[in-house]
Structure formats: structure tokens, C-alpha cells
T-cell receptor, first 113, second 118 residues
């Protein structure tokens, strides 16, 4: 039972354009959502997060949008840079007191110079 | 400062053998998590330690898996009688507990231990 789904295993985007990565979830108890970025042979690194009380959070080139009614979130990267090439994982938790993360299967983003 | 470290980075073992994987969390982090990533899968939660509280073991796939955290710092994940389906990258993460209920504290991951069971 995959509670967090990333249906696109890979995505290629031209440098300078917008990258949009999508994530869907099924568990309505999730209260907090995160995006992690992973390079080969390294552990995931935290990128950006959003609480369920918000619908948008922005940090520099990265913006996360949350649509609770659709149980959908997306990560926008603009402008995309070659260093953004990595695997991106969407994750969710039930928040304070229940912080274990449920991850999606990841989307491999390739930025084409 | 130093991040989360894990050892060994790679471990190849024969089916039926026991293995121990080690995690050194970031100093001062009270929460420690173990996850694993099997081929083509997302990260799967295994176990969670928070301070002196009883660990959340709800993600451990079988009783062959166990973990302990000594002195609130270093953690060891032990897999007994390894099976081929145990082959995966085992990741450890730690976080500081802010106590703020409106968010989840950021988890910082180590580089992982790649376990191969032949």
C-alpha cells in the first residue's frame, strides 16, 4: 500500500526552464510534507517542507504547493540548473509526536544544459 | 560540524549470517531513525528512537531485525539470519527535537550502508 506516490520515475528539463515534480498521497492523516534531494552514493538532503495549514512555501528557486483537497503536492524549481540533476523524494509525516517519514519512490530529474 | 555517519559503507554477506550496521548521529540530536531503500523502492521506515522513550519499532519487517541506541547516541541495527530480500541501502537519520507542534523537525541523513546478501 503506497501511501505516497510519485508517478513519474524520471523527468528531463532544459536548463533555465521550470521543473515541476509531482506527488500524490492517500493518507488524510498526513500533516506535514517534505521534499528531499538525493545524489548517488549520498543520503537524502532536506530541500523544502510545507505544513498542511499552508498551500504554498517558497525558498529561493524552490516552491512547494499543497492541494489538500486533491491530496497532491508539487515542487517547482525555477530556473532549473545542472546541479539540480538528482533524485527527488516526496515524503510525508503525521507531524509532531509521529515524525517518521513515509516516502515516495522518487523522480530522477535531469537538467539538460 | 560533522553530519550523520554510517559504517560500513558497503557490506556483502552470505545468506544466513548476522550483520550489524552502525550509525553515529549528529551530536545533540535526540531523535534517530532507520530507513531502508530497496531497489526501485522509496525509503521505508524501520525504527525510531526519541530520547529515553521506548522506540517505535512499527516498521521492522520481521523479528530478525533489531536495533538499539546506546547512551542516547550511537545506534546499531542488527539483522539476524540475513535473507536475500534484506539486500538494500540502510539509511540512518537524526533530528533535534524542537518541541514545536506546528512542524516536523528536519531529519538529516547519513550516506547509508549498502547491504548485499548473496
Amino acid at each position: 500500500d503506497q501511501q505516497v506516490k510519485q508517478n513519474s520515475p524520471s523527468l528531463s528539463v532544459q536548463e533555465g526552464r521550470i521543473s515541476i515534480l509531482n506527488c500524490d498521497y492517500t493518507n488524510s492523516m498526513f500533516d506535514y510534507f517534505l521534499w528531499y534531494k538525493k545524489y548517488p552514493a549520498e543520503g537524502p538532503t532536506f530541500l523544502i517542507s510545507i505544513s498542511s495549514i499552508k498551500d504554498k512555501n517558497e525558498d529561493g528557486r524552490f516552491t512547494v504547493f499543497l492541494n489538500k483537497s486533491a491530496k497532491h503536492l508539487s515542487l517547482h524549481i525555477v530556473p532549473s540548473q545542472p546541479g539540480d540533476s538528482a533524485v527527488y523524494f516526496c515524503a510525508a509525516s503525521r507531524g509532531f509526536g509521529n515524525e517518521k517519514l513515509t516516502f515516495g519512490t522518487g523522480t530522477r530529474l535531469t537538467i539538460i544544459p | 560540524g560533522a553530519g550523520v555517519s554510517q559504517s560500513p559503507s558497503n557490506k556483502v554477506t552470505e545468506k544466513g549470517k548476522d550483520v550489524e550496521l552502525r550509525c553515529d548521529p549528529i551530536s545533540g540530536h535526540t531523535a534517530l531513525y532507520w530507513y531502508r531503500q530497496s531497489l526501485g523502492q522509496g525509503l521505508e521506515f524501520l525504527i525510531y528512537f526519541q530520547g529515553n522513550s521506548a522506540p517505535d519499532k512499527s516498521g521492522l519487517p520481521s523479528d530478525r531485525f533489531s536495533a538499539e541506541r546506546t547512551g542516547g547516541s550511537v545506534s546499531t541495527l542488527t539483522i539476524q539470519r540475513t535473507q536475500q530480500e534484506d539486500s538494500a541501502v540502510y539509511l540512518c537519520a537524526s533530528s533535534v527535537t524542537s518541541g514545536r507542534i506546528e512542524w516536523t523537525d528536519t531529519q538529516y541523513f547519513g550516506p547509508g550502508t549498502r547491504l548485499t546478501v548473496l
